[in-house]
């Protein structure tokens, strides 16, 4: 079984700060993959990263970035210099190996950016 | 970019009906998906189809069935609506390569009154 935890149900931050969205994730697979997804009020899933288990490099992308331990079986997100844009629900989501392509999604971080 | 289509935004139906929940996509996409989604519980996996009729029930089929008669097209079906199934549902499609990512459409928000 695959299970994803995200514990921070809800953040909030002034606008500006950093703020780091945790996940940690559970298979037995040793290939597999992690996704981010970022949920705005509008309700539509908009896909934000990838990252496959033999790649431990971790990825900026403009003012986010993802930090992929596998030691800790983490994938955390930072968003640098928030936005109020940044408002959201964020989902950490993991997919195995062959045979198991069910994508296994955590319950969300609601992030709250305060002007 | 990748369009995935769900064919209602809101939904009210009444306990008992028979409840059509439509999903297309334009991207010849092999895998679909459909998730629920409840406060507190993340995204579920309800069913999902490897392609044409071709599925397979994911962690809460009970109450629900799919239909994929056409690529584009997969259909979820609640036999006979329940209050408990009042949620909003998620449409999502992939090519079926494993390290891609899935596209999802609007979503529909069921109300069963």
């Known amino acids: 079984a695959q299970k994803v935890t995200q514990a921070q149900t809800e953040i909030s931050v002034v606008e500006k700060e950093d703020v780091t969205l945790d996940c940690v994730y559970e298979?037995?697979?040793?290939?597999?993959?992690l996704f981010w997804y970022k949920q705005p009020p509008s309700g539509e899933l908009v896909f934000l990263i990838r990252r496959n288990s033999f790649d431990e490099q971790n990825e900026i992308s403009g003012r986010y970035s993802w930090n992929f331990q596998k030691s800790t079986s983490s994938f955390n997100f930072t968003i640098t210099a928030s936005q109020v844009v940044d408002s959201a629900v964020y989902f950490c989501a993991l997919r195995g190996d062959f045979g198991n392509e069910k994508l296994t999604f955590g319950t969300g971080t609601r992030l709250t950016i305060i002007p | 970019d990748v369009k995935v289509t769900q064919s209602s935004r809101y939904l009210v139906k009444r306990t008992g009906e028979k409840v059509f929940l439509e999903c297309v996509q334009d991207m010849d996409h092999e895998n679909m998906f459909w998730y629920r989604q409840d406060p507190g519980l993340g995204l579920r996996l309800i069913y999902f189809s490897y392609d044409v009729k071709m599925k397979e029930k994911g962690d809460i089929p009970e109450g629900y069935s799919v239909s994929r008669e056409k690529k584009e097209r997969f259909s979820l079906i609640l036999e006979s609506a329940s209050t408990n199934q009042t949620s909003m549902y998620l449409c999502a499609s992939r090519v079926g390569t494993i390290n891609t990512e899935a596209f999802f459409g609007q979503g529909t928000r069921l109300t069963v009154v």
């Open positions: 298979t037995r697979d040793t290939t597999y993959y």
